[in-house]
C-alpha cells in the first residue's frame, strides 16, 4: 500500500496519495486524525501513520 511514496511524506503528497485537497490534508493533521511530526514550521507525515489512518477509514466505512 502506498509502495510509490517515501517513508516520509509532505502534506502535498498525502493529499495526493488520499485523492484529496491540500487543505484538507491539512484539516486531517490538525484533527490528529493522521500523525505527524513538526521540525519547525515544516509538516512530515510517516508513511506508517497514512497505512493507518486508511486501514481505520476503510474500517470506518465499512461499518455504516
Request: charged share 25%; glycine share 4%.
Amino acid at each position: 500500500m502506498f509502495k510509490e511514496y517515501p517513508d516520509i511524506l509532505t502534506v502535498e503528497q498525502v493529499a495526493k496519495a488520499l485523492h484529496i485537497s491540500k487543505n484538507s490534508a491539512y484539516r486531517l493533521i490538525h484533527n490528529r486524525s493522521i500523525g505527524c511530526k513538526r521540525i519547525g514550521r515544516k509538516i512530515i507525515v510517516p508513511k506508517r501513520c497514512l497505512i493507518d489512518y486508511a486501514l481505520s477509514a476503510r474500517y470506518n466505512v465499512d461499518t455504516l
